[in-house]
């Protein structure tokens, strides 16, 4: 099928933000002596802020406040994020392909929308998108559908002829339960042979998704 609109997600796929996200993450658990926690990351990669929480609460020590880490960790990645963050590789070049060929463009992210809305601004590229879809306006966040299907609706398109550009793992199953066409951008980490398996496209970086819209969109 054809793709008639693009979804992107923004962290690690539009902005080179999760490894200062996770440097940050670490000097936090650092903080309370909690040792290389990668893979704690790695499983709040790309959820909303509840769903984080959630996590959160399950895995952390019973002597750690949570409340009191989530803030200092948000605190800090807000404080090193005010500053625009640099795009990632192909990011304009891609933008400017899907609007020379008038095919709509979203961007469905766990962060808050207001959170967003500023640091896309901030990069300069807000204005590039007809709608932001945030983690704060759906019930459910990644890995399910609801985010990517707020965004399609919000686009008043048919999911299954969305692609969906992602770069964590919890994200491309949020897109695949959603029907959409899915391409993982890996960032931090390469999908492993289960994450392979569900079957979506893997491509090396922005530039490439360019090719893979010509070749099929004909």
């Given at each position: 099928m ?5 979804i992107f ?15 940050v993450?670490?000097?936090?658990c ?7 926690q ?13 769903t984080t929480q ?5 895995v952390?020590?019973?002597d ?5 880490f ?6 800090r990645?807000?404080e090193e ?6 795009l990632?590789?192909?990011?304009l070049a891609?933008?400017?392909?899907l ?9 469905a ?14 990069a300069?590229?807000?204005h590039r998108?007809?709608?932001i ?10 890995p399910?559908?609801?985010i990517?299907?707020k965004?399609?609706?919000?686009l008043?398109?048919?999911p ?7 770069d964590?793992?919890?994200?491309v199953?949020?897109?695949l ?7 993982q951008?890996?960032d931090?980490?390469?999908p492993?042979a ?9 491509l090396?970086?922005?530039?490439a998704v360019?090719e ?7």
């Amino acid at each position: 099928m054809k793709t008639s609109a693009v979804i992107f997600d923004m962290d690690g796929l539009l902005l080179d933000s999760e490894r200062i996200a996770l440097r940050v993450f670490q000097e936090i658990c650092d903080q309370y002596s909690l040792g290389d926690q990668f893979p704690l990351y790695m499983r709040i990669l790309g959820t909303n802020n509840t769903t984080t929480q959630t996590i959160l609460d399950t895995v952390l020590p019973a002597d750690i406040d949570r409340d009191e880490f989530r803030t200092r960790w948000t605190d800090r990645y807000t404080e090193e994020t005010r500053n625009p963050v640099p795009l990632m590789q192909g990011v304009l070049a891609l933008l400017d392909y899907l609007e020379s060929r008038n095919i709509p463009k979203a961007v469905a992210t766990s962060t808050d929308t207001d959170r967003a809305l500023d640091k896309l601004a901030n990069a300069d590229i807000a204005h590039r998108f007809t709608t932001i879809t945030g983690g704060d306006q759906i019930k459910h966040g990644k890995p399910a559908p609801d985010i990517y299907l707020k965004a399609a609706t919000s686009l008043q398109a048919d999911p299954l002829a969305c692609m969906a550009l992602e770069d964590s793992p919890n994200g491309v199953r949020a897109a695949l339960a959603a029907d959409m066409q899915v391409i993982q951008i890996p960032d931090l980490l390469q999908p492993d042979a289960q994450l392979r398996s569900l079957g979506h496209t893997v491509l090396t970086d922005l530039d490439a998704v360019i090719e893979h819209i010509a070749q099929h969109n004909g």
